[in-house]
């Protein structure tokens, strides 16, 4: 394993740092203040121009679907970047440091997943409909999985009927934690639920595309995490009432819904914790900048032992995910997601418990001020703390990784298939 970064990367490394640079941490406070304003005027729910006006910018230079993986690149004829999953980390590092940037570039969650998805599962007509606006950045998406009735860490719980009459689907459920659904600029979900209860256990679920204007779609509430309601992107509860689509808008096939999860999702996951180490480099950077500059005790806060400890700590956590993120990618772009899921696995536990460890003892040295949003840790908490749960909570990927190493050792090996819950 050569995980030294390509010229084409650090080439590309360079661009993004000197955007982020020139035009998102200069618009932080602007896009807070926006925010307010919005809320003021009673249009919270609306997409934010500082941060469309920077879209064109970013697709102007050549920064635009940095994410979009050789193999999806060329199912969907768009080329992209033609990045693999290994040089493409250092990038989303990068635009992990401010939780909204990766939507200026058209790499935010969960519309990176939803087209790889349509890119690798979705029919011409279907690609033609969904992905090339998605790729644009004409319309947003969401992923219309996880539900509030069941255990969705086990995705075969999920219960949304999808039932076939006629020339027709009739979707009939209730979702929540469904991420983006809010977004005004939402056209389509990509909903799972169940085709045939009675077929075997991975073969009951599927996946469907229903656009979000379709009759029978009710958004019941935007939830909160922690207190932010994370406007205009939202996470909602929502109900899917006698939702009629074509049968043309099935992927991949009935049945087919758990294998289509599993090539969705990790991805997902490792994008997610990419993101996340650049989120825990920026809070240690607060947290070395904040312990210089204050004085207690007759020292500065640097100066405290306590927290050199928890500064050489936090070193030692970032480099460890990142080098576990990169093996990870590596053997995704070598061997396969399905080759590489143990590794998926162990990174998606490992990363979100140390940004959360980090981003805390940033907080700790910011004193009160790390409580509240004149400093951005309060919210990058709440968001590495949510991701614990997201694609899979903690103890699911641990009970995998345990199954697959006890398995190394076992007489008779079983294949453990990783979970596949998102929200």
Known sequence: MDFEYSEKTKALQARVS??????????????????????????????LQTIEKLKVKAKADGLWNLFLPVDSASASGYEGAGLTNQEYAPL????????????????SAPDTGNMETIARYGSEQIKARWLKPLLEGEIRSAF??????????????????????????????????ISGAADPRCAVFITM???NPDAPRHSQQSMIIVPADAKGIRIVRPLNVMGYDDAPHGHVEMFFENVRVP??????????????????????????CMRLIGLAERALELMCKRASSRVAFGKTVASQTVTQERIAEARCKIDM?????????????????????????????????????????????????????????????AHARTLRFADGPDEVHRNAIAKWELGRYAVDKVDIEPPVTRF
């Not at 955007?19 to 609306?46: Q, S, V």
Request: with cysteine.
């Open 144 to 177: 219309a999985m996880t539900e509030p009735d069941v255990a969705s860490s086990d995705a075969t719980n999920v219960s949304t009927r999808i039932e076939r009459e006629g020339d027709e689907y009739v979707i009939n459920g209730r979702k929540w934690w």
């Open 92 to 107: 989303a590092e990068i635009m992990g440091r401010v939780p909204w940037a990766s939507e200026v570039f058209n790499c």
């Open 247 to 272: 049968v043309d808008n099935m992927l991949l096939g009935e049945g087919r819904g758990f294998e289509i999860a599993q090539g969705r999702l990790g991805p997902g996951r490792i994008h997610h």
């Open 193 to 195: 639920g169940k085709s």
């Open 321 to 381: 995910a990142r080098l576990l993120t990169l093996k990870a990618a590596w053997l995704m772009d070598v061997a396969g997601n399905k080759v590489a899921k143990n590794e998926i696995a162990m990174i998606k536990v490992v990363a979100p418990s140390m940004a959360c460890q980090v981003i805390d003892w940033a907080m700790q040295v910011h004193g009160g001020g790390g409580m509240c949003d004149d400093f951005p840790l309060a919210f990058a908490y």
């Open 18 to 47: 000197a955007f982020m640079d020139e035009h998102i941490y200069p618009n932080e406070a602007a896009c807070t203040a926006e925010l307010a304003a919005n809320t003021a005027a009673g249009k919270r729910w609306t997409p």
